[in-house]
Structures are given as structure tokens and as C-alpha cells.
């Protein structure tokens, strides 16, 4: 299976993204999927998950901003992020059972 990220982007404090991944296996697209950060000279934090029960999760850092959603017809996971903050700089990973995409940059600076 491939997992790719896309839709990264330079943002202002306050904007808003839809990051997209890509499955390229649809068998995937029914297991628990979720997204992980990594800020530069810091480790991978784990921010949302979506279960094969349809439960999502939620870091406390991006609690009541990001939404996490899938879309099985079309095998692709979104991660919807709002009102982005400069802490929010980061490269963002899809992953699934270990295997996980190559990143999106995503970038909030004034």
C-alpha cells in the first residue's frame, strides 16, 4: 500500500487547510488511519485517528480545531485544520498499520 500526502501550503495565523491522503490499496481504507506531526528538531507527535468504528481522536494541541474524516468510495483520509497558529508549522504524515506517506509541508507564518 502507498499512502500520499497532499495539500500542505503557506497559511497566515488563523487560516485554514485540507490536507488529503491518498490510499492506494482500497482493502486499507476501512482500518484505523490517522495523522502525526513533526516539527522540526522535535518528535513525531500523533495529533488525530479515525477507527474502523468510525471513533476519532484527538490530541489536546489540535482539539476543536482539526477535523479528521475519511472517504471510502474514494480511498482518501482529510484532515481538515482551522485556525491554524505558527505552532501549528509542521510536517504532516498520514499513516495506516505502520505504513505511512511521505509528508506535506505545512507552513503558518504572518
Known amino acids: 500500500v502507498q499512502l500520499v500526502e497532499s495539500g500542505g501550503d503557506l497559511v497566515q495565523p488563523g487560516g485554514s487547510l485540507r490536507l488529503t491522503c491518498a490510499i492506494s490499496?482500497?482493502?486499507?481504507?476501512?482500518?484505523?488511519m490517522g495523522w502525526a506531526r513533526r516539527v522540526p528538531g522535535k518528535g513525531l507527535e500523533w495529533i488525530s485517528g479515525?477507527?474502523?468504528?468510525?471513533?476519532?481522536y484527538y490530541g489536546d494541541s489540535v482539539k476543536g480545531r482539526f477535523t479528521i474524516s475519511r472517504d471510502y468510495a474514494q480511498n482518501i483520509l482529510y484532515l481538515q485544520v482551522n485556525s491554524l497558529k505558527p505552532e501549528d508549522t509542521a510536517v504532516y504524515y498520514c499513516s495506516c498499520l505502520g505504513v505511512w506517506g511521505q509528508g506535506t509541508q505545512v507552513t503558518v507564518s504572518s
Open positions: 479515525i477507527y474502523s468504528d468510525g471513533s476519532t
Open positions: 490499496d482500497s482493502t486499507f481504507s476501512s482500518y484505523s
